[in-house]
C-alpha cells in the first residue's frame, strides 16, 4: 500500500512536471494530440527524455515562439479584414464624392446654359439692333482677348461640356450694340451705360429662371440712354404682369428719367421739409412734371 502510494506520488510529480514542460513549449499543434493519443506513456516518456536533451542545443532560443507566432498571424488576419474593409469604404465614399462632383458639374452647366439662354433673348429684345452672350472663361484661356475669335453656340457648348468646372475662373459678356454680324466687345470696353445695360440683362436673364417675389432698383436707368431706358421700361412692365412659376415680379424703382414713370403702376413722391422726409402717393402726370422740371438747366 505505501508502495503505491509512493508510486502514485511520483507519477504526480511527473505528471506536473511534464505539464510544466508542455507550458514551456508553448501552443502545441492540433495534429500532436492525434499522433500520440494511443502511444504508451512509457515510451511518450523516453520520447521526452530524448527531446529535453536536444532542446538544450536551443535553450538560446524563444520557447514561446510559435505562441507569439500564432497570436500575431491572428493579428495580421484581423488588421487585413479591417483594412479590406477600409478599402471598400474609400471606394464607396471616391465612387459617391465621383457622383456627387458629376452632379455639381451638370447642375451647374445647366443652370449656365438657362441663363446665357435668357440673357441673349433680353438682351436683344433691350438693343433690338445687337447681340449678346455670355462666355465661360477657363484657366487655358485666361489670358486670351474674348473678341480675337469667334465661335458659333454648338461649339461653345462642345467646349464647355468636355471642360471640368474646376477649370473655370468666371463668366464673361460679349455684346455688340451696333449689328448681330459686328466683332463682339468685352464688358471692360463698354461705356457705362453700355455695362448698366448689360448688367440689367443678366439680372432680367436670372429672374427668368429663379424668379423673386420683388426686386428694388436704385436709379438703374440714370445712365441709358433715352432709347434703352424706354427699352427697359417697357420690360419692367412686362415681366411685372406676367406669371413665371406662379408669381407676379413686383419692382420698386426710383428714378428721376420720365420713361420709368410713365410704365409705373403707383407713383409715390419723397419730400424733404422742416428737416424731415415724407412720402406721399402722386399721380403719373406729377411725377412727369417733377422729374422734367429737374432736368431743366
Known sequence: MEKSMGRRALLS???VANSRDI???GVLPEEAF?????TKSEAIEKKLKKVHEALKKYSHVNKKAFEQY???TKQKETLTRR???LDQSRASIEELIEVLDQRKDEAIERTFKQVSREFANVFENLVPAGRGRLIIQRKADRV???DDEEEDDSEEDERRANAAVENY????ISVSFNSKHDEQQRIQQLSGGQKSLCALSLVFAIQQCDPAPFYLFDEIDANLDAQYRTAVAQMLSNISRQ???GLNGQFICTTFRPEMLRVADKCYGVMYRNKSSSIDVVTREEAVEFVVEGQKP
Open 169 to 172: 475662373t468666371g463668366v464673361g
Open 13 to 15: 510529480e511527473r505528471q
Open 34 to 38: 492525434a499522433r500520440f493519443e494511443r
Open 243 to 245: 406669371q413665371t412659376h
Open 70 to 72: 500564432a497570436n500575431f
Open 23 to 25: 507550458r514551456d513549449l
Open 83 to 85: 483594412r479590406q474593409e
Open 144 to 146: 486670351e482677348r474674348l
